[in-house]
């Protein structure tokens, strides 16, 4: 799957008209969370009936484009499937009943207040590649807007588009058309570079590989951290508990997520970069398979390993190694700043020991360390040959190892 996305232009009467379809969507995904609560051994099937009767009953709803309403009734239903899934694990808790006699568990399907994107599949929208435009032809009325972006338009089959969405955001609409294409047809082949890295992820560090270079953390948070409070508490205090909110509180509201928005978006694009540069020169990237919401449980850490943006690194590692056929290894992260790198003896230290010593002779930088013995986890029996493997494996480019199942895994 590929995304493309453009920013919409309109006329205001059409910025409602989406607004509208956007609603319709949430009634009909809560309308339907409703059915399956209050009536027993509601099935895929019924909940599907359900949402043909209400478009009959609801004229607004009849109005949305009927793919649109589907794709809204299969989101909750995947809502529900996800927390039956939940219900089966070990860790279900003891809950109360609801009226389908159905535990409320974790993950119970909650009923959506602020639904941001509307979805069509194949029918409800019209593309026009010459001129940039896409029109909406179901009964909402939003008629023809103009696609702003510089993607082009022509490197794709119309058949491809698999589904389209509308978003909103705080500071506009987008579309996004979902394409069925791999990213591996479209990117440019490079050529090997003979060269692998070993990146360990730190605090003081976004990483250090084992280059011996260190990548600092982009502190865009904490630098817009004063800027994003003031404009929270400007929100709050003009928040009116139980009434109606002001036009100011919504105009303080508008601004506050408007900020958030481009912290995270500077974020992303950091992410993105970083990883296409390291995919480009290496043939082989190794990190640790961490689980980052189990550190981030730790808060006083918690602002500082978001903020490194770790996951969202590693995200793009995958998805550019992919696209690029190159080999990206995550490994089993236990051990890797206490064994030596040279005689494999596990020397023990705490978080404020910076540098390896062993009674081997070695002496070392923790966490330069750390990266080669990433890179050895990653490329144990394959040391020197790493170019073949490269080749012999083929397809499944990333790689989990250090666990007891060797997955191919592919992002995105
Ligand atoms: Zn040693």
Redesign the pocket.
Known sequence: MFILEYKLRGKKHQYQAIDEAIRTVQFVRNKCLRYWEDNKGVGQKDIYKYTTQLRTEYSFVKALNSTACQQACERTWTAILRFYNNCKSPQAPQAPLNKGGIKRGIGYPKYSKQTRSVEFKKSGWKLNRDTKRITFTDGKNIGELKLIGSRDLFYFQEWQIQRVRIVRRADGYFVQLILKLDVRDIAPQLEPTKKCIGLDMGLRYLYADSNNNVVEPPKYYRKAEKRLNKLNRRKSRKFRRGKKQSNNYIKARKKSAKGHLKVSRQREEFSKRLALRLIQSNDLIAYEDLKVKNLVRNKKLAKSINDAGWSQLRKWIEYFGVKYGRLTIAVNPAYTSQE??????L?KKSLSVRTHV?????VEDRDKMASLNILKKATIGHIGSYSEELNAWGDSTSILVGSNTCQGKLSQ
């Not at 030596?340 to 003896?345: A, D, H, I, K, T």
């Not at 062993?358 to 070695?362: D, N, P, R, V």
């Open positions: 030596c790198f040279n005689c494999g003896q020397i062993c009674s081997c002779g070695y």
